[in-house]
């Protein structure tokens, strides 16, 4: 246990968080750094940005209410502490992507509607499954939910989006590195956790195993209605804003449509699971397909 309070301490945190690679930013990014200008002024592109970013919000709000929910599950001190942490986080997450849609051009009196208007109902219905755990002070099924599958599903999906961003939207593409090392972290503590509580609890591998299987689904679903919906590609075409170079996954994104995208997400992140599942004891369920 010496191991596990060292690694996911509050004083870790503080050293390698915010003393860390968030010091000198603002809401996640340089304070000289913002939106492109072809971005800004192109209604289409930004429309896009807008609808995408707001779906970031969604989970990310999801994250925040099941991290501060577990606090009080927990089973034990360490656990709370680095909780405290993770809330923390995902509050800064909400917030840092809430700012990005003030910078889009959203007035912040339309901040709710702009969410709930775009806001995808397979996103909305995985949040809904993850915080009915919560609500039930379910301590594994919820760290499974929370830090191994929303976690892991963001650390993926944000490693796509800086790896598309980094060559042309540095602003965003520098707010994403920080997620995505916030989101290793807490998946992190996700497997470590979990491993020896399911040794101690054999009789939840069933219900967490749907579980995975049912939030699985609603991911995939996400993905396929938001690469079905993107139109940023075809108006950069239009544009001669050509794709830079940009590799992920073994893959060159810049040569990629968004069908291609859609699977490779989907099943890096899926890959992604069966792994980490696999190390604390948990058989990965396929999900149904969309």
Known sequence: MVDFLSAYSIQNWLESCPQGYLMNTNYGHGADETEPAFLLENEVLRADAIRST???VVGERCALAASSGLIGAAPDEGSKRFLATQT??????VEIFTHRLYDLGVPKEALEETIRQHANPNLV???????EKIDRKDFVAGVVGQNIVLEGMAFTVFEMMHALNEPMNPKFAHT??????????????GENRIGSLIKEHPEKKAEVERLQRDLS???LATFADAFRDT??????????QGRLSTAYQGRDLGTMDTHEMESLLGA????EFETRLGRIGIEYQSPARP
């Open 54 to 56: 707001v779906q970031l």
């Open 268 to 271: 890096t992140v899926l890959r």
């Open 176 to 189: 994403l590195r920080g997620t995505i090392a916030d989101e290793r972290r807490h998946v992190g503590f």
């Open 88 to 93: 923390l986080d995902e509050a800064r997450h």
């Open 231 to 240: 139109t940023a590609l075809d108006e950069l075409n239009r544009l001669g």
């Open 125 to 131: 219905r995985f949040a809904e499954i993850l915080l």
């Open 217 to 219: 689904y609603f991911m």
